[in-house]
């Protein structure tokens, strides 16, 4: 089945094995994490492709965890990968494999290359074996060792196996050209001497399977039909070529894609783990990163991560994705499915002389002006509300249209306002409170004679403001390309986390389940916290209104 809409490189070698018949009209991926850390957007686009084509072309993808390094402690990130991938929304269903699995298969088929004289077990020490590896100009050296018998080398590789040699001793390569140009075919290794418990297998094993070796057998080993992988991996794949046709088994093709690089953050896992380690950021979840967790905790949704992989499309030469067109995204999505509300960051307390007491006036708002369905609402007006302290001035510049002594403002969805006193705090000179007056004819925000105003702003009834802690985000990192630098913690955005406690919103926020997202009008989408409280409500700002990436394209247009 062709796909004519999301043709790309890779589909097209798909669609040529199927004119071929190659796989017999079969597409079976993978997608293969190593269980070390949670997965990133980075990951995300090597899900959407692996699951994305397998949907596409009725085939199907599996989820193999490639935890052919012993390491403890996996639990963790082996139930996050799964959660995230679910959440992206991709279902391996019962295809959920471990390569730790295939330890006894591979060490048989490694057995096989010994019997047919294609491995042997080299006791160079490790440094003997760098140093006649040779360099790009000059041949390797072959081993004083690469002749022994198979006999002796099945005997070694058993009692490498059993824990009888020291972690350097020996190890297992393959015997292939010591003089070929490409490095990895120097008389690969394959297995070398890790005397570790693994979070599987615990202490079977004194041996561990070499990446070139194990992945390209557990592709074979499932089946599977088209291995794509990162960039980085093109010079492996004649090596991955050359273990299959050696052993002469099921023989999936390798093709090699470009990697998502995003600027302003970084997306190794050892760079993402370092953060967490010094407590620079709270966890993989904290959602200034570009983990799947991070990402969802400030408010992205699976359909926007997705679309995302699709903007930026597949190619085979790297470049950096701009994180405004991650954020453009998101704005896109939100836009349609958030329903708008007001929230005041930073509240001044207004009163509104002419307006009773204890009178509440229900005035209604339009629930999301993208979306009829979303429905209307009702919000209380009274006698004292908030606006946001950076609508008012008290000498404004020019270019200040918002509220101002002697000046009139619509309130959003109420009345026209017009502000008659400022109240300072007598020993600090700061802004306490403004006295205004409202006009009742322009109920509804309406002008009652045609009169114009200049600035529209958002508010909240003092009497049933909801107080809630808000987060703004920035960027984690000041520079495009933190990764570069000497230390990535010396490039840190001091303002990446501002937090503002008492924060007033609309009344209509109080009962939203965490991961609710709202638009506050005019400051951005924002996302109610995972660990927020009936008691402490807490929100993430996702983004802001200000769409970067439009202007971004406007101007290459130019
Ligand atoms: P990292 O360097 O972030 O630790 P990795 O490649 O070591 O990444 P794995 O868990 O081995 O992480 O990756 C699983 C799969 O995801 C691999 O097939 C890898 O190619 C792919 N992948 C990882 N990072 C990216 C990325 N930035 N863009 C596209 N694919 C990626
Ligand atoms: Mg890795």
Redesign the pocket.
Known sequence: MENKEKTNFIRNIIDEHNRTGRFDGKVHTR????P??YL????A??ICLNFGIAEDYDGLCNLRF?DTNPAKEEEEFVHSIQKDIKWLGYDWEDRLYFASDYFPQMYEFAKELIRSGKAYVDSQSPAEIRENRGTVKESGKPSPYRNRSAEENLNLLERMKNGEFEEGEHVLRAKIDMSSPNMLMRDPLMYRIKKKAHHRTENEWNIYPMYDFAHCLEDSLEGITHS???IE?ENNRPLYDWFLENLNIHHPQQIE?????LNYTV????L?SRLIAENIVSGWDDPRLPTISGLRRRGYTPESIRNFCEKIGLAKRESIVDMALLEHTIREDLNKRANRVMGVLRPLKVIIDNFPEEEVDDLEAINNPEDETAGKRTIPFTKEIYIERTDFMENPPKKFFRLAPGREVRLRYAYFMKCEKVIKDKITGEIKELHCTIDPPSRGGRSPDGRKVKATLHWVSARFAIDTEIRLYENLFEVPNPAAEEDITDSINPNSLKILKNCKLELCTKNLPVQTKVQFERLGYFCKDDDSTAEHPVFNRTVTLRDVWKKIQKRNKK
Do not use: Q
Request: net charge positive; glycine share 8%; proline share 7%.
């Open positions: 997608f293969p994490p190593e070390n850390g990133h957007i980075g990951h686009k090597s490639d794509l992988c990162s991996f894609f470009a990697r998502l690089n997306m190794s896992k050892r993402l």
